[in-house]
């Protein structure tokens, strides 16, 4: 070969060479690209896994705070409910023992009263015996003049006792409940069933009635004011109905028209 195929054949090699290079250099660009490519894909690929991954797990996480949110709110409706009834159970208790002790009070109250009202019948059934159908007082009467006891009288403790004179007006108004001052007509028929001068427990006065169906008049005397007594032992002087009272002494039994000073009081039942 010329030395001007030999260049040529130089040269050719050398564009083979250089071409090879050349494309050997553009598959590396290339893969060095598509290398750096794909890392750019798995980057984002595993960028867009994590961020998933982390939106998952941020949804997990609520979920559960909501699940908590939830327990915790039926924790707290359950433990006001708990509440609620154990508040219930106690005002109910309270309620019966209110109920119980209210009903406890009503019975020994109903009892005090059933005692008060059998003694207070005793004391009535002790307090009179009925002559001729007319029921009266064994005893005079008491009380009632202060300003504490406002009227309210009751009855002396003995057949025999005195008690205090009162006017016309008093013995009509301060009656205990039950009893009223007897009539002209009573009166008659108590004498009529028997009568005398007698002494009981050492004080004089009259017996009415027959038996042992009698009862007693302390001879009180009488007073034209409300202290001393006058004729104490040797007369009686009673308020009756009709304007008038009944007097006695040993020798005598009358009714007077009269509504004047301050006399016994003897009472009959209404």
């Known amino acids: 070969k010329s030395a001007e ?3 040529q054949d130089v040269e050719a090699k050398a564009i083979v060479e250089q071409q090879k290079n050349e494309e050997e250099q553009r598959l590396a660009e290339e893969a060095k690209l598509l290398a750096e490519q794909q890392k750019n894909e798995e980057e984002q690929r595993l960028a867009e896994e994590a961020k998933l991954l982390a939106e998952q ?3 997990e996480a609520e979920k559960q705070t909501e699940q908590a949110n939830i327990l915790a709110k039926q924790m707290r409706v359950e433990e006001e409910a708990r509440q609620i009834a154990e508040q219930q159970r106690i005002e109910g208790e309270r309620r019966i023992l209110a109920e119980q002790t209210k009903l406890e009070q009503e019975k ?6 059933k005692a008060e009202e059998e003694e207070k019948e005793k004391k009535i059934r002790k307090e009179m015996i009925t ?4 029921t009266w007082a064994t005893r005079n009467l008491t009380g009632g003049i202060s300003r504490r006891e406002k009227g309210q009288a009751s009855f002396v403790e003995n057949p025999n006792d005195y008690g205090i ?3 016309y007006e008093e013995a009509k108004t301060f009656c205990p409940d039950g009893w009223r001052l007897p009539t002209r007509e009573e009166i008659q028929n108590l004498i009529y069933a028997g009568n ?3 002494t009981l427990n050492g004080v004089n006065g009259y017996q009415f009635g027959n038996g042992n169906n009698v009862i007693f008049f302390p001879a009180a005397g009488h007073a034209y004011d409300r202290g001393n ?7 009686g002087e009673y308020w009756i109905e009709d304007d008038s009272y009944f007097r006695f002494s040993s ?3 009358s009714t007077v028209k009269d509504t004047h000073n301050y006399k016994s009081v003897r009472y009959v039942r209404k």
Do not use: C, E, M, P
């Not at 007594?229 to 007369?235: M, P, Q, T, V």
């Open 251 to 253: 020798s005598s039994l």
């Open 131 to 134: 002559i001729n159908g007319v």
């Open 57 to 59: 797990q941020r949804l």
């Open 196 to 198: 005398k001068w007698t």
């Open 5 to 7: 195929d030999l260049r």
């Open 229 to 235: 007594a006058y004729l104490a032992g040797r007369d």
């Open 108 to 113: 020994r109250l109903a009892a005090t009263r």
């Open 165 to 167: 004179f009162y006017t």
